[in-house]
């Protein structure tokens, strides 16, 4: 699978500023962005101009939007959800105007005392966002997220008996897993036939660091093994939190960054470089 060519990812890992994302995707040939923060702000809270401006630099550029990178539903179950359901409405609107019918999102937060008392809650704010979804054209993308009610893989697996089609599917987050102390072939086995989206990015079980793919615990080359069988043609969205970019203090409290040969943490293009290279080499053996 080395010429694998649905291979995207997180730039704002590199830099916030969108003409150093799109020169540092040309330079390694990746011509997808999942885009999350872009010039100081998430994609979803920018005015209608300023969008206008990401899209037509990234055409210009040939860089498509392999989903809109959104912060939905990660907010906490007891948080008001009137007016996160108005920033989901606008980030359909903004998906259409990207050229993508993908949005990542989550199942909000919830304390492990909650997880059961509250399951209706989350259920009913999620059917919300898949019937604005479906009446819409977009895709609701579940990530597994630490702390979320999608945790891991058995609610995540309520989740897609509920609400899974053509509106709502799975992102697969090797990391998220271990961190979780989920197993991720245990994981697998559970969401295979609704997985469409990949995260790619490895970390370790004893304390869950994130490392590049393929040096960790989430068992990722075997796991992409299984799903080019089944006919996986999703994307492949590197995800490298490999160092202090703006806003990893926020995604991964309290782990460490890993550093260059020099001592010196990674820049945004080093560790994005990093985890694109992990990447390729388990495709060149896949």
Known sequence: MENYNKIT????EIAQELDTQIESLKKLDVHYV?????DGNNLIFHSDEKVKEIKKKLDDA????????SPLGKIGIDDAFDPHME???RACEIAHVMGTENIRM???????????????????????????????????????EKGIYGEKAAECRELMDAFAGGHFKAIFDFANFVQAGQDTLEAYELLK???AYLHVKDARRENGTV???????????????????KGFDGFLSLEPHLFDFKGFA????????????SGQALSGFEAFSLAHGALKEILERI
């Open 250 to 261: 926020g995604l991964e409290r309290g782990r460490d960054a890993i550093l260059s040969e």
């Open 87 to 89: 920033e989901f409405k």
């Open 106 to 144: 989550f199942s909000f937060y919830v304390s492990d005392d909650q997880r059961a008392d509250r399951k209706d809650e989350v259920f009913e704010r999620l059917g919300r966002f898949v019937d604005h979804a479906s009446r819409n054209g977009i895709v609701l993308l579940h990530e597994n």
């Open 34 to 38: 999942e885009m999350r923060g872009v």
């Open 62 to 69: 040939g860089i498509a939007l392999s989903a809109l990178g």
């Open 193 to 195: 036939d609704h997985i």
């Open 211 to 229: 490392v590049p793919a393929g040096c960790g615990d989430g068992n990722v080359e075997e796991i992409l093994r299984k799903l080019f069988a």
């Open 9 to 12: 990812g997180f730039a704002d």
